[in-house]
């Protein structure tokens, strides 16, 4: 019994030991280009949805975007559409500096071959906060 408790327990350390973090196998799989398929945004005053928008098709090649383990590239039919962002991973979370602001994008679903995104844009007015969620359905390519 007490070497069979000691085999499992060396087993166990072993494999515990060789897991990879999950940022870290998270910003591996993102590595890539993703073709953006789909939209969908959704718009809410004081945490109420008051719109949200039947889903936007991307046609192929659209909206490209590309993770390259350092930076994030976006391309519109093969063109560069912007200057590449520094990005980092933590956990389900992409994080970038937008216009010396750190923006925040969610990670909802990621395999292999499909990647869905979200990002919120939240804002206060005369009392009332307004936010517009987009999240993006991407395929890789």
Do not use: R
Request: hydrophobic share 35%; net charge negative; charged share 30%.
């Amino acid at each position: 019994m007490k070497k069979t408790l000691i085999a499992f327990l060396i087993a166990a350390t072993a494999l515990v030991g060789c897991k990879k973090d999950k940022s870290e196998a998270t910003a591996d799989k993102l590595i890539g280009k993703w073709m953006a398929t789909t939209e969908v945004e959704t718009e809410y005053e004081n945490g109420k949805i008051t719109h949200k928008d039947d889903p936007f098709s991307y046609s192929a090649d659209e909206w490209v975007v590309e993770f390259t383990g350092t930076q994030i590239k976006q391309y519109e039919f093969g063109k560069a559409i912007e200057e590449p962002y520094s990005y980092s991973v933590s956990g389900d979370k992409i994080i970038y500096t937008e216009d010396n602001k750190p923006k925040t994008i969610i990670i909802k679903t990621q395999t292999d071959t499909n990647l869905v995104l979200s990002y919120e844009e939240t804002e206060t007015l005369n009392g009332i906060t307004y936010k517009e969620v987009n999240e993006v359905t991407f395929v890789k390519k």
